[in-house]
Nanobody, 124 residues
Framework: QLQASGGGSVQAGGSLRLSCAAS????????MGWFRRAPGKEREFVAA????????SYAGSVKGRFTIARDSAKNTVSLQMSGLKPEDTAVYYC???????????????????WGQGTQVTVSS
């Protein structure tokens, strides 16, 4: 129901735009998040956006470089990544909270809906 795309390989300082597309149902009424798992590490929170674009939240490591946005007409959520660093290398996942909740949360356990990941590789 959620599918992430847009990953690839870039050099440090470059940019990528990830997209999360929903199918089968709308996720416009869900808090949406992006997470990532780097090699050998736990999956971690990257960014989230509230319902009706009311609020956004970012991990400290990406704040100022990444921007999450929602296109309700297209039922998609994007993650614009700029100033990429080698430490941003990871598999990136999009996820959705249940439509009954309104609060952005940083724990992956709070997101019951997940897409498959898309690989982002940043070389130095």
């Amino acid at each position: 129901q959620l599918q992430a795309s847009g990953g690839g390989s870039v050099q440090a300082g470059g940019s990528l735009r990830l997209s999360c597309a929903a199918s089968g149902r709308t996720f416009n009424n869900n808090v949406m998040g992006w997470f990532r798992r780097a090699p050998g590490k736990e999956r971690e929170f990257v960014a989230a956006i509230g319902k009706e674009n009311a609020a956004t939240s970012y991990a400290g490591s990406v704040k100022g470089r990444f921007t999450i946005a929602r296109d309700s007409a297209k039922n998609t959520v994007s993650l614009q990544m700029s100033g990429l660093k080698p430490e941003d290398t990871a598999v990136y996942y999009c996820a959705a909270r249940s439509p009954s909740v309104t609060v952005i949360h940083y724990s992956q356990r709070s997101y019951p809906f997940w897409g498959q990941g898309t690989q982002v590789t940043v070389s130095s």
